[in-house]
């Protein structure tokens, strides 16, 4: 198994244990500390079967065909080339083998005011594609059977991040945000 942006290691390490001693969980991040981090967080708990790499998403430090899972928690959507990230998960996943990621995704476009904010990046709200295209990604570089099901955020969750963006979005009305903006369980498969 294959963690995409794995921070401090926690889903690696729930990850282990549903993998078992035979199994073996990678967890790749782009930042020193975070693979510092998460090698403490492993040693902890003696999760002998989690090892942590750094790299970026878009050239992953895994070999071909080799994992089985890939999983990651809101982080493709901060990637400036999404489709390399995908070219990449294509790559390492061992044939027949799935991707199973949350991201946020749109369903229409974000106003250029929201796009530039560096804080609605932080947010993973600026990076965010619209679902359609985000399909059409992983279908380009060769996933089938892809599955986005939205799970909507809550109007307290988008009105807090708004505030935190410090954004006017005064043309841009937060019932439509309400709307466009959502997080996603998005499924797809490499062919066997």
């Known amino acids: 198994m294959l963690d995409l ?3 401090a290691g926690l889903d690696c390490l729930l990850a282990s244990q549903k993998v078992g001693l035979e199994g073996r969980v ?3 991040d782009m930042t020193a500390e975070m693979i510092e981090r998460a090698q403490k967080n492993a040693q902890r708990v003696n999760a002998a079967n989690v ?3 750094q790299g970026y998403l878009e050239d992953l430090p895994v070999e071909s065909n080799t994992v089985d899972v890939i999983i990651s928690n809101c982080v493709i959507n901060l990637s400036p080339d999404k489709e390399k990230v995908f070219s990449e998960a294509f790559r390492v996943l061992a ?3 799935k991707m199973a990621v949350s991201d946020i995704v749109t369903d229409g476009e974000l106003p250029d005011e929201i796009r ?3 804080a ?4 993973c709200v600026a990076g965010a594609v619209q679902a359609k295209d985000y399909i059409a990604m ?3 570089v060769g996933f089938t059977d892809i599955s986005i099901k939205p799970v909507f955020f809550d109007k307290e969750t988008v009105d807090s991040a708004l505030n935190d963006m410090k954004l006017d979005v005064k043309d841009y009305p937060r019932e439509v945000v309400y709307k466009t903006v959502y997080s996603a369980k998005i499924t797809a498969f490499k062919p066997a």
């Open 5 to 7: 942006g794995s921070g």
């Open 26 to 28: 990678i967890g790749v």
């Open 51 to 53: 090892e942590f790499r």
């Open 95 to 97: 044939p027949g083998g």
């Open 116 to 118: 530039q904010s560096l």
């Open 120 to 123: 609605a990046w932080a947010g």
């Open 138 to 140: 992983m279908e380009s």
